[in-house]
């Protein structure tokens, strides 16, 4: 869209939660089940609280605040946009939560080897003298597995930081010796570890479900051409048969007379236009087009999903039960051929000479 989208803003928590539903019809088919499933588990979870307390009236800002963000982003921003596909595929927020408790889940004994390595674990853990905690029931050596794949695929605008190879394995980072150089108690090393250990899980990029990772990869790479998998176009704003609408506004020449220029003309700002959909009333030539405003064709919603896709990987169990397959999405670049104009510059090429080895008496 070329405009922000100007309708009634919402004044009730039911038309608020319409006008959600309604943007979020307008992600791309793979990010909509995700923003459709948190709005309406949100307004579900809420849907009894208290309409006057403190705390609804905060949600209700919030909402107001996502709403404004999906217009935006629908309409044009690029940099919203892609926030919102983040969260959509777990790269941050919610869903990456969610994602990360599955990496970090250790996978019940299925043999009886395998009981009988997590009995030695409690016994271990007994004779140490301490309680179980919540880093004993995550699997680590997953971790430790997952963030050095993550390291070596050298992932480019990581929303979060670079983990280091110093961060998978935090035991050798441990001091043995405290400020005055007594031994570490255990409690204090053990607290250390379990801070090490979750400063690398915030660094990582969870795996998404193969289907869902194998979908998004055809459409970047372009092995699927399915229309329906780009967002529809959106539909046209009703308008009243009277000419009542958003489209009549009056001068609010009160605003003016109590504040600065700059502050009332600050929501038509070309900066605010997407965020807020104000129209600017007093530029001479009309109404100026928003700073930032992408259109949207099919070739930048795949170079969109692209810079998405590079940050996401799958992960599946070896047969033999014991490793990993991890495998990151990659783009293969090759260049483009030379036109027909261009090819005699190509043509019977003479190979370049090789270059003598020179010796202590080359020249």
Not at 8 to 16: F, I, K, N
Not at 80 to 108: I, T
Not at 148 to 159: D, F, H, R, T, W
Not at 247 to 267: E, F, L, T
Request: glycine share 8%.
């Amino acid at each position: 869209m070329s405009r922000p989208l100007r309708i009634p803003h919402p004044g009730t928590p039911l038309h608020l939660y319409r006008h959600l539903l309604r943007e979020a019809s307008y992600l791309p088919p793979l990010a909509r089940p995700f923003a459709d499933g948190q709005i309406k588990d949100r307004f579900r979870q809420h849907q009894k609280d208290d309409p006057e307390g403190e705390k609804t009236r905060g949600r209700i800002r919030q909402a107001h605040h996502e709403l404004r963000v999906l217009r935006a982003a629908n309409a044009g921003d690029m940099t919203r946009m892609r926030r919102v596909l983040l969260r959509a595929f777990g790269r941050v927020g919610r869903r990456r939560r969610e994602l990360m408790a599955g990496l970090l889940h250790r996978d019940m004994p299925t043999n009886t080897e395998e009981l009988q390595k997590y009995a030695a674990e409690a016994l271990d853990i007994a004779a140490a003298g301490r309680e179980i905690d919540w880093l004993d029931a995550w699997d680590l050596k997953k971790l430790r597995t997952f963030a050095n794949s993550q390291i070596q695929a050298g992932l480019v605008n990581n929303p979060k930081s670079d983990i280091t190879p110093a961060q998978i394995n935090p035991g050798k980072s441990i001091p043995t010796e405290n400020a005055w150089g007594r031994p570490l108690t255990p409690k204090l090393a053990r607290t250390k570890l379990k801070k090490l250990w979750k400063t690398a899980a915030d660094k990582c990029m969870p795996p998404l479900p193969r289907e869902e990772w194998e979908r998004l990869g055809n459409l970047v790479t372009g092995a699927v051409h399915d229309p329906r998998l780009l967002p529809p176009a959106r539909r046209p704003v009703a308008r009243s048969m009277s000419g009542d609408g958003p489209g009549g506004r009056n001068w609010d020449w009160q605003s003016y007379a109590i504040k600065p220029v700059a502050v009332v003309d600050r929501p038509a700002n070309r900066q605010n236009k997407l965020l807020t959909g104000a129209v600017d009333d007093n530029t001479p030539t009309g109404d100026p087009q928003p700073i930032e405003c992408h259109n949207y064709t099919a070739r930048t919603w795949q170079r969109l999903l692209a810079s998405i896709w590079r940050l996401t990987a799958t992960m599946e169990k070896r047969p033999d039960g014991q490793s990993w397959k991890i495998e990151w999405g990659k783009l293969e670049f090759w260049p483009a051929a030379a036109s027909a104009g261009d090819m005699e510059f190509f043509r019977d090429f003479p190979e370049p000479e090789k270059q003598r080895k020179k010796g202590k008496g080359g020249t």
